[in-house]
């Protein structure tokens, strides 16, 4: 039904309400730029062909359009002179074009589908409007005596009765090819900003008795983000929804407390404790548990695991099913196969970890020389003691066994038990904690020898 529509999408006002060096488009809302999110919908919701309306060329907008035509209108002269700009993409096979802003983030599929259906029913052009006690802002959609869309007029032209208009305008709006598109070029710029107005093609068609009709979607869905307060409303609004998607399946303790990502997954009777913070790219599946306090981004969580209390798992790390991810132990770049545990105050990091294997507390992959990153192989069934530093690159092979303290700097056989820590020398009686042991002297009573293992030579002043 959609694919001899066109979707133009405007992201080329200079969003100055932001104060920000990024473009008012590329902020995120659930970590994904706003202006893909409106993309992403367009697609959904099968439009055949898109146009994106940009400032300038510019890497962002290359990197964001997908498959979107790319135009460029260079000077900001409002939002038809905008809708113009990309009017080579008007070609003869289109049968209407459906107006998106950049930053009305929150717009679904369904919403422009059946805002494009009033139009494939017959009417000349329509428009998603909504409600609202704070319509300071928006544009506002005045209605004739017969209910019909006369106009809609911008706050900073408007009236004091027009202000009191509560229905707005959400941007989005439909216009059959034909007469009524042609009606774009008639726009003039004749407003307090001089500005070229999408919005005076609703008067304009209404004079020339157009059969404009209008639909009402809720204020969350469409709300336009000018600045940063907006930003974080629509970010609220993301995570509401995200709450609700998630507790289809998944047991949230504190739904309020946990963010989430556009494109987190979450399987079946997974349980989420308060919170918990997802970055992109994780997928949770069946049946785990993460415990609260925990930040995840990158991470593939398989079923069974249990990741946290105060867990972080970064990008590039594959949690296998049954393992178990304790606290404060950070994972990165790592996989960890089924039933390996690492359970406390650990940096796993570049690192295969075997079925089974136990990773004692306080073990840190080496994993960085400050230039370059390498490797940690650890087997199946390993056993690595607390404490131990693990140098990189380095191989730990299958049941073997690191003894606590280690610094292993050498690859350890399968079926080996490996020690590298300073042996210890017991002295009997010369405990300082003893009454009749006279003190230590300052400088060399606790310093050790080369071997590591202390000897007579470094204690001075002591008879034995
Ligand atoms: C616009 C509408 C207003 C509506 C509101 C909904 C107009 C004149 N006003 O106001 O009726 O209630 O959105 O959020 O249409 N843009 C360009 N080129 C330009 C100007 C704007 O590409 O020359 C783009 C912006 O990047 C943005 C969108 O068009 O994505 C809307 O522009 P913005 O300045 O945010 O308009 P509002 O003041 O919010
Ligand atoms: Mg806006």
Redesign the pocket.
């Given at each position: 039904m959609n694919s001899r529509s066109l979707a133009v999408v405007?992201?080329?006002?200079q969003?100055t309400r932001m104060r920000s060096r990024l473009p008012?488009?590329m902020h995120p809302v659930g970590g994904l730029p706003m202006i893909s999110h409106v993309l992403n919908a367009v697609e959904r919701a099968g439009i055949g062909r898109t146009a994106l309306?940009v400032g300038r060329e510019a890497p962002w907008a290359e990197g964001a359009r997908g498959n979107a035509s790319l135009h460029v209108?260079s000077e900001?002269?409002?939002?038809a002179?905008?809708v113009l700009a990309a009017k080579a993409a008007f070609d003869e096979g289109i049968d209407s074009v459906i107006v998106l802003?950049?930053?009305?983030p929150l717009i679904e599929a369904e919403t422009i589908d059946s805002v494009l259906a009033r139009v494939h029913g017959g009417a000349d052009i329509a428009i998603l409007a909504f409600e609202t006690d704070a319509p300071t802002?928006?544009?506002r959609v005045l209605l004739d005596d017969n209910g019909h869309v006369a106009a809609?007029r911008?706050e900073r032209d408007a009236s004091e009765a027009e202000r009191a208009v509560r229905l707005?305008?959400?941007?989005i709006m439909a216009i059959r090819a034909g007469e009524p598109l042609a009606a774009l070029d008639t726009i003039e710029a004749n407003n307090s900003k001089a500005?070229f107005?999408?919005?005076d093609l609703v008067e304009i068609g209404h004079a020339r008795g157009f059969n404009i009709v209008w639909q009402r979607a809720p204020h969350a869905e469409v709300m336009?983000v000018?600045d940063r307060a907006q930003l974080a409303e629509a970010e609220a609004e993301f995570q509401r929804r995200a709450r609700a998607k998630a507790l289809q399946g998944a047991t949230l303790l504190a739904p309020e407390t946990v963010f989430f990502s556009h494109d987190t997954v979450i399987g079946e009777d997974v349980t989420i404790e308060p919170n918990v913070v997802f970055g992109p790219g994780v997928v949770v599946d069946d049946g785990v548990t993460i415990r609260a306090f925990s930040h995840i981004e990158g991470a593939v969580i398989s079923p069974g695991a249990v990741v946290g209390p105060y867990a972080r798992l970064r990008p590039g790390t594959s949690i296998g099913p049954k393992v178990r991810i304790g606290n404060f132990v950070e994972v990165k770049n790592s996989a960890l196969a089924t039933g390996a545990k690492v359970n406390h105050l650990s940096y796993v990091g570049d690192a295969n970890v075997g079925a089974g294997a136990n990773i004692g507390a306080g073990t840190i992959t080496c994993n960085y020389d400050g230039k370059k990153k390498f490797r940690t192989d650890i087997g199946e069934g390993a056993f690595i003691g607390s404490n131990s530093a693990l140098v990189a690159p380095v191989a730990i092979g299958d049941r073997a066994y690191v003894g606590t303290g280690s610094v292993i700097t050498e690859d350890v056989p399968a079926d080996a038990l490996a020690i590298a820590r300073g042996r210890q020398v017991n002295k009997p009686d010369r405990s300082p904690a003893k009454p009749d042991v006279p003190h230590a002297e300052e400088g060399g009573d606790h310093a050790e020898g080369e071997d590591g293992a202390g000897s007579e030579a470094d204690v001075r002043g002591t008879s034995p």
């Amino acid at each position: 039904m959609n694919s001899r529509s066109l979707a133009v999408v405007l992201a080329a006002g200079q969003g100055t309400r932001m104060r920000s060096r990024l473009p008012k488009v590329m902020h995120p809302v659930g970590g994904l730029p706003m202006i893909s999110h409106v993309l992403n919908a367009v697609e959904r919701a099968g439009i055949g062909r898109t146009a994106l309306v940009v400032g300038r060329e510019a890497p962002w907008a290359e990197g964001a359009r997908g498959n979107a035509s790319l135009h460029v209108q260079s000077e900001p002269r409002g939002t038809a002179h905008a809708v113009l700009a990309a009017k080579a993409a008007f070609d003869e096979g289109i049968d209407s074009v459906i107006v998106l802003f950049g930053d009305n983030p929150l717009i679904e599929a369904e919403t422009i589908d059946s805002v494009l259906a009033r139009v494939h029913g017959g009417a000349d052009i329509a428009i998603l409007a909504f409600e609202t006690d704070a319509p300071t802002g928006y544009g506002r959609v005045l209605l004739d005596d017969n209910g019909h869309v006369a106009a809609i007029r911008e706050e900073r032209d408007a009236s004091e009765a027009e202000r009191a208009v509560r229905l707005c305008n959400s941007g989005i709006m439909a216009i059959r090819a034909g007469e009524p598109l042609a009606a774009l070029d008639t726009i003039e710029a004749n407003n307090s900003k001089a500005e070229f107005y999408l919005t005076d093609l609703v008067e304009i068609g209404h004079a020339r008795g157009f059969n404009i009709v209008w639909q009402r979607a809720p204020h969350a869905e469409v709300m336009g983000v000018n600045d940063r307060a907006q930003l974080a409303e629509a970010e609220a609004e993301f995570q509401r929804r995200a709450r609700a998607k998630a507790l289809q399946g998944a047991t949230l303790l504190a739904p309020e407390t946990v963010f989430f990502s556009h494109d987190t997954v979450i399987g079946e009777d997974v349980t989420i404790e308060p919170n918990v913070v997802f970055g992109p790219g994780v997928v949770v599946d069946d049946g785990v548990t993460i415990r609260a306090f925990s930040h995840i981004e990158g991470a593939v969580i398989s079923p069974g695991a249990v990741v946290g209390p105060y867990a972080r798992l970064r990008p590039g790390t594959s949690i296998g099913p049954k393992v178990r991810i304790g606290n404060f132990v950070e994972v990165k770049n790592s996989a960890l196969a089924t039933g390996a545990k690492v359970n406390h105050l650990s940096y796993v990091g570049d690192a295969n970890v075997g079925a089974g294997a136990n990773i004692g507390a306080g073990t840190i992959t080496c994993n960085y020389d400050g230039k370059k990153k390498f490797r940690t192989d650890i087997g199946e069934g390993a056993f690595i003691g607390s404490n131990s530093a693990l140098v990189a690159p380095v191989a730990i092979g299958d049941r073997a066994y690191v003894g606590t303290g280690s610094v292993i700097t050498e690859d350890v056989p399968a079926d080996a038990l490996a020690i590298a820590r300073g042996r210890q020398v017991n002295k009997p009686d010369r405990s300082p904690a003893k009454p009749d042991v006279p003190h230590a002297e300052e400088g060399g009573d606790h310093a050790e020898g080369e071997d590591g293992a202390g000897s007579e030579a470094d204690v001075r002043g002591t008879s034995p």
